[in-house]
């Protein structure tokens, strides 16, 4: 079994709230990968964005200057 480790976990409201987040964050080269949403969570759209825990700032920052829009944003182990 894989050991769990803690990541920075970004759900969204929408699946296509997601994908536009997926492409700036890959424009820009903010470090992370879209998942399907832990089970620990319960959001709008089955999509989130895992980064390591330190991108935190880089996330929030980074979304609400593009004007994105995201549900929550945590550190979780998974």
């Not at 890959?26 to 825990?53: D, F, N, S």
């Amino acid at each position: 079994m894989r050991e769990k480790r803690p990541a920075l976990i970004v759900t969204f409201p929408t699946t296509a709230a997601a994908m536009e987040a997926e492409r700036f964050c890959l424009a820009q080269g903010i470090p992370g990968r879209v998942i399907p949403v832990p089970r620990e969570i319960t959001a709008g759209c089955g999509l989130a964005w895992k980064a390591p825990p330190e991108a935190e700032a880089q996330m929030t920052e980074a979304l609400g200057a593009a004007g994105l829009t995201w549900s929550d944003m945590r550190v979780l182990l998974v």
